[in-house]
């Protein structure tokens, strides 16, 4: 999957990602920890799951709809005006 610029995993600041789990209504905090660990750490997809008990097609979801959110807020950001 291309990445979303400002998505890329190990770059992401943490209040970033925290706001983009907050539009998706990401609550499981497995799941949380483990995109925190796959956007923020750098960790492979595959190591975060492990290490966060959330399986493989989970995890994909939740960076799937991190990535849609991302990408709304990018569309949307030209109705706000800039301060």
């Given at each position: 999957m291309a990445e979303v610029p400002?998505?890329?995993?190990?770059?992401?600041d943490p209040e970033h990602l925290k706001l983009l789990i907050g539009f998706a209504r990401i609550r499981s905090s497995n799941a949380i920890e483990a995109l925190h660990s796959y956007f923020v750490g750098g960790v492979s997809q595959?190591?975060?799951?492990e290490q966060h008990s959330?399986?493989?097609s989970q995890l994909s979801?939740?960076?799937?709809?991190?990535?849609?959110?991302?990408?709304?807020?990018?569309?949307?950001?030209?109705?706000?005006?800039?301060?």
């Open positions: 400002g998505l890329v995993p190990g770059e992401v595959k190591n975060a799951q959330i399986g493989q979801q939740k960076i799937s709809e991190i990535r849609k959110v991302s990408e709304l807020v990018r569309k949307a950001k030209k109705y706000y005006p800039s301060t």
